[in-house]
Every structure is written in structure tokens, then in C-alpha cells.
């Protein structure tokens, strides 16, 4: 059964199409990446999939239930982190997290372990200074935290490593690696580092549609060619390989260096058996796999 199920959801801000049908479903146990260029709808959809956000069509299902403006998942289902979390900066963590679980009507005793619980999974439970003097870093732990303290099936991270510097970014991203044995994780990014590191799914949206969702693996064999650098020992050597691959190209930062942006496994091949028959010696033989970046700015036929 799928965690969420999105289908077809359209939203219009006046004369303004912000979602023009997107869809994509994420599965239990999944760290799922929303990915899309600043402005492309994704916190629109995040709002949406939260019952925060009165939509023009479309259906929205979490966990089976329909979800609709005004009626958000019942029972503490989805946790949310937002792109910019707001605090009582006067309380240290602790406290924090205590009220958010006296307010969602916890058991005093279930409060007490499952701070302690969160604390530790997102490094601050030894943190006893208060919340005003924490860095970006520490409010995004602290936000994951509060977002998971009632056990949801769903986590909703929007942006959650925009603004941190790389050290920042990897913890939460390890706290979001963990955070996947509770639940499953939709976070919404345009960092496509971030998740070709720690995601299974992905979808692309792009100009309020989704250009593709599916596994890490079904987006890379949207391009099974992959690109070759050669670099020769004796530069003199390009006219001739260029001779019987006209499909290469010089480096203009070295003469003895060709690049062939797509070849196949056969064209590979036959490159490795020219040079040989040619006795051509080279330096270096590299193959580069399109990155999900490159896939991506396929996809949207950038």
C-alpha cells in the first residue's frame, strides 16, 4: 500500500497556473525526493498534500484517506518540517518538544521517552541552551524532531537543507537516512545532489506538471548511453581517432583529449579495438555516467 497517492492535483492563483497536473505516489519505507526548480510548485503541492491548500482538481490520498482543504490526515499521520520552522526561542529543546507532545495529547510518560528518543536521533540531546541561540543547522534537527514526535507514517520536509553549509547538510540528510526506518520521507528539493545520495524515488516537476516520477534506477535508464573522455599520449594522435569517430570532439583545454558526450557499450568496444589495432597509445580511458542532474535537465529538454 502507498504511504501518499497524488493524482492529477491542479491550482491556479488568479490568472496564474502554479499546478497543471501533478502525480506521483510514494510507497512505505521510501525516501522520496520532490525535485524542481525554485518557483516549480513543489511547496504548493507540500501545502496541498497538508490539507492547507484548497486545490482546483485533483485527488490527494494518504494512507488510503482522502485528504481535502480543511480536513488534513487524521491521527497525526504526516509530520511536517517547512522550509523555515518558527520556534519559542525562551525553551531549549527539551521543553520544545515536550509541549508540541502535551498539546497532540501524548501520555506524559510516552513525552518523556520519546524526546529522549528524537533528541538523540538528531544530536541535540545533550542541547540545553535555548532555542533563540541555535544555528539554521540545529533548528532544522530540532524541526525533524517536533515532526516526528507522534509517530506519523508520513514525513514532509520542504527545503529542508536550502541555506546550510555542507556539514549541516549531510546530518540532516543522515537524520533523514534514519528517519526512513519510522516512516517514509518525502522531501522536497532543487539540491539533486541531495538526492541521488539518500533517495529510491524521485519525481521531477516542471512547469506545474510532473515530468517523470519513478526509481532512482527507471530515471537512469531514460539515458543508457554514457559519455567517454579519451586522452591521448601524443595529441597528434586526435586527427586520426576523430577520422574513424567523427562523433567525438576536442577538449579545448587539451589538445590530446577527445570527448564523446554519448557512446554506447558497443561504441566503447569499438573505440578499445581501434586503438589497439592502431597501436594509438592513450593515457586514460574514462566513462561518466549521467549524474541526476543531467538526467534531469533532460527530462524538462533543457
Known amino acids: 500500500m502507498n504511504v501518499l497517492e497524488v493524482r492529477d492535483i491542479r491550482k491556479s492563483f488568479g490568472s496564474k497556473k502554479v499546478l497543471q497536473g501533478v502525480s506521483f505516489s510514494v510507497p512505505e519505507n521510501c525516501i522520496f525526493g520532490f525535485i524542481g526548480r525554485n518557483g516549480a510548485g513543489k511547496t504548493t503541492t507540500m501545502r496541498a498534500v497538508l490539507g492547507m491548500l484548497r486545490t482546483d482538481g485533483g485527488e490527494i490520498e494518504v494512507l488510503g484517506e482522502r485528504v481535502s482543504f480543511g480536513r488534513p490526515p487524521a491521527g497525526g499521520r504526516v509530520g511536517f518540517l517547512p522550509d523555515v520552522p518558527e520556534y519559542y526561542g525562551y525553551m531549549n529543546a527539551g521543553e520544545y518538544l515536550t509541549l508540541c507532545g502535551s498539546i497532540s495529547g501524548m501520555d506524559s510518560k510516552d513525552i518523556k521517552n520519546?524526546?529522549?528518543?528524537?533528541?538523540?536521533?538528531?544530536?541535540?540531546?545533550?542541547?540545553?541552551?535555548r532555542i533563540k541561540g541555535y544555528s539554521r543547522g540545529m533548528k532544522q534537527r530540532l524541526g525533524i524532531a517536533q515532526a516526528l514526535m507522534g509517530r506519523p507514517d508520513l514525513?514532509?520536509?520542504?527545503?529542508?537543507?536550502?541555506?546550510?553549509?555542507?556539514?549541516?547538510?549531510?546530518?540532516?540528510?543522515?537524520?533523514?537516512?534514519?528517519?526512513?526506518?519510522?516512516?517514509?520521507?518525502?522531501?522536497?528539493?532543487?539540491?539533486?545532489?541531495?538526492?541521488?545520495?539518500?533517495?529510491?524515488?524521485?519525481?521531477?516537476?516542471?512547469?506545474?506538471?510532473?515530468?517523470?516520477?519513478?526509481?532512482?534506477?527507471?530515471?537512469?535508464?531514460?539515458?543508457?548511453?554514457?559519455?567517454?573522455?579519451?586522452?591521448?599520449?601524443?595529441?597528434?594522435?586526435?586527427?586520426?581517432?576523430?577520422?574513424?569517430?567523427?562523433?567525438?570532439?576536442?577538449?579545448?583545454?587539451?589538445?590530446?583529449?577527445?570527448?564523446?558526450?554519448?557512446?554506447s557499450d558497443r561504441d566503447c568496444g569499438e573505440l578499445m579495438a581501434f586503438l589497439s589495432a592502431q597501436k594509438i597509445p592513450i593515457i586514460r580511458l574514462e566513462r561518466h555516467e549521467a549524474d541526476l542532474e543531467d538526467l534531469f535537465m533532460e527530462v524538462i529538454g533543457k
Open 114 to 129: 520519546r524526546c529522549e528518543e528524537l533528541l538523540t536521533l538528531v544530536g541535540l540531546s545533550g542541547e540545553k541552551h
Open 155 to 263: 514525513l514532509i520536509c520542504d527545503e529542508p537543507t536550502s541555506a546550510l553549509d555542507p556539514v549541516g547538510r549531510k546530518d540532516i540528510l543522515d537524520i533523514i537516512s534514519a528517519a526512513k526506518e519510522q516512516c517514509s520521507v518525502v522531501f522536497s528539493t532543487h539540491i539533486l545532489s541531495d538526492v541521488e545520495r539518500i533517495c529510491s524515488r524521485v519525481a521531477f516537476i516542471e512547469g506545474g506538471k510532473t515530468a517523470f516520477s519513478g526509481s532512482i534506477e527507471e530515471i537512469r535508464a531514460l539515458r543508457r548511453d554514457t559519455a567517454l573522455m579519451l586522452t591521448l599520449s601524443r595529441p597528434e594522435d586526435a586527427e586520426k581517432v576523430l577520422g574513424g569517430f567523427p562523433a567525438g570532439s576536442k577538449d579545448s583545454s587539451d589538445p590530446g583529449r577527445i570527448v564523446f558526450p554519448k557512446a
